[in-house]
């Protein structure tokens, strides 16, 4: 059966572009039924209208004015948008470059279904500057490789759960920092495809 799979984005999309493109042409039997973002310049929402998707615009501004900077705000917003996502019962609910770390609010209403691509190795540099981080390990301390890896979203973590797949980037002598972050992109696509396609097919759990 093919797999529902809600995108979430905060950004061009280009991940989300690599999950179209592979729904598509069938090497991920699935289908995307809904973008969401959470910036209102995010470009993954014009990608999703071109592949006739619906999109939303989800921010997480409104409740902060309403509820304040704390845990209350955030943990109302993931509680809504949870309640909106479950209205299109996914499968599976991939993270593909969202800049929101989730709270139980959300993680709770959809066990064992959440999955982030995060731009860094198991255990190394975890957080929103993962590949600056690394470009700066590399200045100065001559970290000579990072990483990419998909992994599920159990908890609260951050991008510390199990993972699914993990491919090393090196770092070479010659690299800027956008073309090891181009690179790097590269293999998001496609280790983001494959991952989610093993996981459909029932291979990886």
């Not at 982030?116 to 001559?142: C, K, R, S, T």
């Not at 797949?165 to 073309?179: F, H, K, M, Q």
Request: charged letters at 25%.
């Amino acid at each position: 059966m093919t797999a529902r799979l809600v995108l979430l984005a905060s950004g061009s999309g280009t991940n989300l572009q690599a999950v179209l493109d592979a729904c598509t042409d069938r090497t991920l039997d699935a289908e995307v039924v809904l973008v969401v973002v959470n910036r209102r310049s995010a470009f993954a929402a014009s990608r999703a209208e071109r592949h006739g998707i619906p999109s939303v615009f989800r921010p997480l501004g409104p409740f902060r004015e309403r509820l304040g900077e704390g845990q209350d705000a955030r943990r109302a917003y993931d509680a809504s948008l949870a309640e909106e996502i479950a209205t299109y019962d996914p499968d599976l609910v991939v993270q593909a470059g969202w800049m929101h770390l989730f709270s139980s609010s959300f993680l709770d209403r959809f066990p064992g279904q959440v999955i982030n691509l995060h731009p860094a190795l198991p255990g190394m540099f975890p957080g929103a500057q993962a590949i600056e981080d690394a470009w700066v390990a590399h200045q100065q301390l001559g970290l000579d490789h990072t990483g990419v890896m998909v992994h599920w979203v159990p908890d609260e973590g951050v991008d510390d759960g199990p993972v699914l797949a993990s491919e090393r980037v090196p770092i070479l002598a010659g690299d800027t920092r956008e073309s090891l972050e181009a690179r790097m992109h590269e293999v998001e696509h496609r280790l983001l495809v494959s991952a989610l396609a093993e996981v459909v097919k029932g291979e990886r759990r």
